[in-house]
């Protein structure tokens, strides 16, 4: 679980808590998405002492609502940043030889159409350009297929106009979820303190210097407050928030959001095994559809979206767009809101760029420096999955000068991740079939989730047999995954398990059917009394209302019409 045990105590007379020893830090991080999470981990790596702040859980905010693509971004040489391609694609390499039971390769198609704006010689010309910003790739380089190879390949597609396509390599994260958990973990191995569920309510200072937080533990009521001399805000798009108009000139705007949904679907008829990378009939932005475990992702939309990001849901315009898009693309899919299983949304954290569309926004990211008006607060603006480790470097190094101190060379380039191992995974997962005389399927499950500490898994499983039977029987997950979690990553809710941590979460039911059985196995394992039971599996129930699909009369992500069921 997260370090709340050594909090503070709260100074007497209701005045602002008082920070102990143990709660003063060289830095603070506000957010513990992936780049909250990339930085803290950087820096717990180069020695200084770090706080970890999240308001809610490890990756609960943007980093758990995109494609799930490891990725160059190629449609960023559209608008010039080739800088950024090559960062990107440079760190995809890095990923999939650091984190390989988490980060993939996969291939993606983009389809050739007389009607695109896009020219096939154009697409041919990019492919070309992505080759060689990444030459020092361990994938194959792009290849073009016939008209007839196309459809060979994915046999659902429209023929009408097609004329062949492009097939090149990027990388795929299933559990995006997980990626960021393995951050944090690495932070807190090397140090790192964290807090989850834990609300910034405001800046400790000395007239213009930044002396630290204070943040109220949401789940208990309790305020604190930690002291450093410099302070990160990487909330992603709640910056602003967090900011709260101190972090410069009064009504200064950092992030211009935009948000992204996507539907969640089982294979349809004709659905592709290839990701594919296709442009909208309808405004020419890129659509992808993803293969995505056993499920398909459809997505993704790109809106303006300037509330709260807590509430960013997908609508029935981003439902009906999405919809229309892939039933063009596979003709006897004949999609409706019926077939979906549920939606997800989230806010990217774009640079707040005045008049112009979301989809133009550059996305770079800025390491703002909120100095002279609050010394020793930056904020981070922008970032994605792909690059969230150079950007981590980037602003480490800009720590260490902002502390006076030279920074020691960044360790995080060749450092595994900690379900990573070197050597073969086929033995790997032999080895634990034989050992804990688990089932492939489990083995499989444990190790395509959690890597390396599957063993420890099976081991929990191995002296409570309870814990080794599966307990839902969409994911194949079992007990011990559960209690190990809950004891050893940070959860400190039932809700923290499910959707952040072993993925039950986001199977075809969002975990409905199963909620009161994964309460029950953490009700006996870590004595959970009666009323705990039944206030995790009401919060669990409120949480999941987010994915419910806009537009249809019943819109309980289990509850679908029986012709949607039985597709």
């Known amino acids: 679980m997260s370090d709340m045990g050594s909090d503070p105590q709260t100074a007497a007379g209701g005045k602002a808590p008082v920070p102990q020893p143990e709660n003063v830090f060289d830095l603070i991080v506000i957010g513990a998405g992936i780049n909250g999470a990339g930085i803290a981990r950087d820096a717990a790596a180069r020695g200084l002492r770090v706080a970890l702040v999240e308001k809610e859980d490890i990756g609960s905010g943007t980093s758990s609502w995109s494609g799930r693509l490891i990725h160059g971004g190629l449609r960023y040489l559209e608008q010039g940043d080739v800088a950024l391609v090559r960062e990107s694609l440079r760190e995809r390499e890095l990923l999939f030889r650091l984190a390989p039971h988490l980060v993939k390769p996969v291939p993606l198609m983009i389809p050739f159409y007389r009607h695109n704006k896009r020219s096939r010689w154009m697409i041919r010309a990019g492919m070309v350009t992505y080759d060689v910003l990444s030459f020092d790739k361990t994938t194959d380089s792009h290849k073009t297929l016939s008209r007839e190879e196309t459809i060979r390949r994915f ?75 410099l302070v990160v805000n990487a909330a992603g798009p709640w910056v602003d928030a967090v900011l709260d108009g101190s972090g410069g000139q009064p009504g200064e705007r950092h992030i211009g959001g935009a948000k992204g949904s996507h539907l969640v679907l089982d294979p349809f008829p004709g659905a592709p095994t290839d990701v594919v990378y296709y442009e909208s009939r309808a405004d020419g932005r890129l659509v992808l559809v993803i293969p995505w475990g056993k499920r398909i992702l459809i997505g993704t939309t790109d809106k303006k979206f300037s509330d709260d990001p807590d509430t960013a849901r997908a609508d029935e315009a981003e439902v009906e767009y999405l919809l229309g898009e892939v039933n063009q693309l596979v003709p006897g899919a004949k999609l409706t809101t019926a077939d979906i299983l549920y939606t997800y949304s989230g806010v990217r954290p774009l640079p707040f760029v005045p008049d112009q569309s979301e989809w133009k926004v550059p996305r770079s990211h800025v390491l703002r420096d909120h100095a002279p008006a609050r010394r020793g607060l930056l904020s981070v603006i922008g970032g994605k999955l792909t690059t969230y480790r150079s950007l981590a470097e980037e602003a480490v190094d800009e720590i260490y000068k902002q502390l006076g101190r030279k920074a020691p060379p960044c360790p995080t380039r060749r450092t595994l991740f900690p379900g990573a191992r070197v050597g073969d995974w086929d033995a790997f997962r032999q080895g634990l079939e034989r050992t804990r005389e688990a089932s492939p399927e489990t083995v499989r499950r444990l190790v395509d ?84 039971r039944a206030a995790e599996i009401a919060d669990y129930r409120r949480y999941i209302r987010r994915f419910d699909v806009p537009g249809r009369p019943d819109t309980s992500t289990n509850n679908r019409p029986a012709s949607a069921a039985a597709a």
């Open 155 to 229: 046999p659902g597609i429209e023929r009408d106009g097609l004329e062949g396509c492009a097939i090149f390599m990027d990388g795929q994260v299933v559990w995006s979820e997980r990626l960021c958990v393995e951050v944090a973990l690495a932070a807190k191995a090397d140090g790192a303190h964290i807090y989850t569920h834990a609300k910034v309510d405001g800046f400790v200072s000395n007239g213009p210097a930044i002396r630290g937080i204070l943040f109220t533990d949401t789940l208990t009521g309790t305020r604190h407050s930690l002291a450093a001399p």
């Open 449 to 532: 989730t959690y890597g390396a500490r599957a063993a420890e898994i099976l081991a929990l499983a191995h002296e409570h047999p309870d814990l080794a039977e599966p307990f839902d029987p969409d994911t194949g997950a079992i007990g011990a995954e559960l209690v190990f979690t809950y004891r050893h990553e940070f959860c400190r809710t039932l809700t923290d398990a499910l959707i952040r941590r072993i993925m039950v979460g986001l199977n075809s039911t969002c975990g409905r059917e199963v909620v009161e059985a994964a309460a029950d196995i953490l009700a006996r394992h870590e004595n959970w009394d009666g009323a705990r």
